[in-house]
Nanobody
Framework: QVQLVESGGGLVQPGGSLRLSCAAS????????ISWYRQAPGKQRELVAA???????NYADSVNARFTISRDNAKNTVYLQMNSLKSEDTAVYYC?????????WGQGTQVAVSS
């Protein structure tokens, strides 16, 4: 079955960095587009970054130039490098993929940016 497992969240001070990982299984990873979403308390889930099977990327305006999404097909893993973190980046971060028309989500990893 399709599984997505996020890790790497935690508490960081403003201006700091974190790298999130999304380990995938149950589908042909190298052929799949993978996205990172986030959901802050009281807000809707929003797209943060996405990467296609060919490595093309796109970002939300709010994270462009601070976050970098990448993939390692040998490890079936997608990464989200987050730099210059701000308090407004505080959220639960989820990875997502679509397989045979079905959208799959991981359990999420909490990121808290606070001094």
């Amino acid at each position: 079955q399709v599984q997505l497992v996020e890790s790497g969240g935690g508490l960081v001070q403003p201006g700091g960095s974190l790298r999130l990982s999304c380990a995938a299984s149950g589908f042909i990873f190298s052929s799949a587009a993978i996205s990172w979403y986030r959901q802050a308390p009281g807000k809707q889930r929003e797209l943060v970054a996405a990467i296609t099977s060919g490595g093309s990327t796109n970002y939300a305006d709010s994270v462009n130039a601070r976050f970098t999404i990448s993939r390692d097909n040998a490890k079936n893993t997608v990464y989200l490098q987050m730099n210059s973190l701000k308090s407004e980046d505080t959220a639960v971060y989820y990875c997502n993929t679509r397989f045979v028309g079905i959208s799959y989500w991981g359990q999420g990893t909490q990121v808290a940016v606070s001094s």
